[in-house]
């Protein structure tokens, strides 16, 4: 039986195979990130740090796995709009650091939107499992901004510095099987067989060889954790920098009025929205 630990917008659940589950929960907002969200995410990602068993599950309840940064959180706010974005960033990437920094294999379940700062929360697992309903896109120079959440530090690696360049700078969306061709995730299933694949993808690694996993996992990614380190750094500089500017507030409340929502923030972000970023 399982055993959630919190009713925060992110949880914790513990399976008794050695699996520690770490549950974005907020799908009626798609799972957007504001800082609230953004600082549970910190919260329990070194929760699970402490102690993550076997082997951890990163996935999202809902139609989204996440669709980045809450945009009407993010609107509204003159001149505190870059002191704002800075402390969502600075807290998310706590969260990405720490997940990227487990001792013990990570998994990662994505369905539906992955947009904005959602890219590199997928991203950071070690195994990636998509669904076919999945989409991934970047969307940050859309409204002015530019990627969070080691976005534009994992993506070079894992498909190349062109194909990089071409998500960040066009936005273009990948599908789950696009982004299994392109070398974004492990491999790509049906929708009804995401959850069990990923669970029992992270169910046989807790049960497998501790001491080797673990080695193995920092062989993988020897001196690489101060170099993303470094770069969420500078990506929350720049992302805040650009928020205080006039043409991404410009381009952020053209956004929302297009879509018929309030440019003063009030924490929502409808699970409609997948361009949302963060």
Not at 21 to 43: K, M, S, V
Not at 144 to 159: E, H, I, M, N, Q
Not at 181 to 199: I, K, M, N, P
């Amino acid at each position: 039986m399982s055993a959630p630990v919190s009713t925060d917008p992110v949880r914790i659940v513990h399976h008794p195979d050695g699996v520690v589950e770490l549950r974005l929960d907020d799908p009626g907002r798609g799972n957007a990130l504001d800082l609230r969200t953004a600082e549970a995410l910190r919260d329990a990602a070194r929760a699970v740090a402490a102690d993550p068993r076997g082997a951890v599950l990163l996935r999202a309840a809902g139609g989204n796995f996440c669709v980045g940064g809450d945009l009407r959180a993010f609107a509204g706010r003159g001149t505190e709009t870059g002191t704002y974005v800075h402390a969502v960033a600075s807290a998310a990437h706590a969260a990405i650091q720490a997940l990227y920094e487990l001792p013990v294999p990570l998994v990662t379940a994505v369905r539906g939107a992955a947009a904005g700062g959602g890219v590199g929360l997928a991203l950071v697992g070690d195994i990636v499992l998509a669904a076919r309903s999945a989409r991934f896109r970047l969307a940050y120079t859309a409204i002015g901004l530019t990627p969070d959440c080691g976005a534009s530090w994992f993506l070079p690696r894992l498909v190349g510095p062109r194909r990089a360049a071409d998500l960040i700078l066009t936005n273009r969306v990948l599908t789950g099987d696009d982004a299994e061709r392109w070398g974004l995730v492990s491999r790509c299933v049906d929708d009804e067989e995401l959850d069990g694949a990923a669970h029992r993808s992270a169910a046989d690694l807790a049960a497998g060889a501790t001491g080797a996993l673990r080695a193995a996992k920092h062989l993988l990614r020897t001196d690489a954790g101060d170099g993303l380190r470094s770069h969420l750094a500078e990506e929350a500089r720049s992302i805040a920098a650009l928020t205080d500017g006039r043409e991404a507030q410009d381009r952020m409340a053209s956004f929302l009025a297009a879509r018929g929502r309030p440019t003063a923030g009030d924490g929502r972000a409808g699970a409609r929205e997948p361009e949302s970023v963060s």
